[in-house]
């Protein structure tokens, strides 16, 4: 909601890295922690002009030395923006991987890391999506909707099945 005027008023890394940062708190205010936020995007704007050269990095481990940038926002990047591999784990992908017998992690790098495992990495990034939506829509935190769930079939949740018997 408020990137349409963050991006006409930031349309780049110079205008955002050159920012007010109280012009730049207002417009994000209603995001929550604004202050903190307005300061990592100042500050990974001006770090992309810097060590970077005006090019936003491709890599995780460049990505990651950006204020404000971790791992799960690392991998966002690179699968929408530069459609390379990334498999962002966050509170949707994480419940429904533990839900499907997908893994036993609860850590989101360790979740990640055995996802990665499983699905081909050209379908990281739209599995990651997939579990997002369907974690919204379907397979909700507190009372999951298996009755209208098109997983219901094979998921151990309801099904009580090891990962075994769901593979078949
Ligand atoms: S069957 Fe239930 S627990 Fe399993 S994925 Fe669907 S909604 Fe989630």
Redesign the pocket.
Known sequence: MVTPILFARYPDAPSLAAADPDGLEEIIHSTGFFRSKARNLIGMAQAVMGPFGGEVPTRREDLVTLPGVGRKTANVVRTVAFELPGLPVDTHVGR?AL??GLTTETDPVKVELELNRLIPRREHGAFSLRLIL?GRR??VARS???GE?G??DF?P??TGGSTSTRAR
């Open positions: 429904l839900r499907l369907h379907t397979c999951p909707r298996c769930c997983l219901a998921c949740s309801v």
